[in-house]
Nanobody
Framework: QVHLVESGGGLVQAGGSLRLSCGAS????????VGWFRQAPGKERDFVAS????????YYAPSIKGRFSISRADAENTVYLQMNNLTPEDTAIYYC???????????????????WGQGTQVTVSS
């Protein structure tokens, strides 16, 4: 079973940037799509971005498109989420997740992912 750990969260002012990392141990991220989701207090877990198993196809939620960028470094068994021009609406716990299907298409649904990290808090002040 793969164990995912997110890092890189923190407190930042509006307009600032953060880079989140999703590291894996136990099993590899190679050959699996990986997604980032976020959950604000009292709200559902929402899709943010995902990347295909070969890094060739990134998908983004409309709310973050153009501001966030997802990438992967399989040699490091890590997926990154670069977040720029952050707003208070981006405040949430951010989770990474590995697709449940090897070589699968990176989708936006929670149910498509079967391994999750514990999350990292991102707080954006106005």
């Amino acid at each position: 079973q793969v164990h995912l750990v997110e890092s890189g969260g923190g407190l930042v002012q509006a307009g600032g940037s953060l880079r989140l990392s999703c590291g894996a141990s136990g099993r590899t991220l190679s050959n699996y799509a990986v997604g980032w989701f976020r959950q604000a207090p009292g709200k559902e877990r929402d899709f943010v971005a995902s990347i295909s198993w070969d890094g060739g196809i990134p998908y983004y939620a409309p709310s973050i498109k153009g501001r966030f960028s997802i990438s992967r470094a399989d040699a490091e068994n890590t997926v990154y989420l670069q977040m720029n021009n952050l707003t208070p609406e981006d405040t949430a716990i951010y989770y990474c997740a590995r697709s449940g299907l090897r070589l699968g298409v990176p989708g936006p649904l929670v149910k498509e992912y079967d391994s999750w990290g514990q999350g990292t808090q991102v707080t954006v002040s106005s």
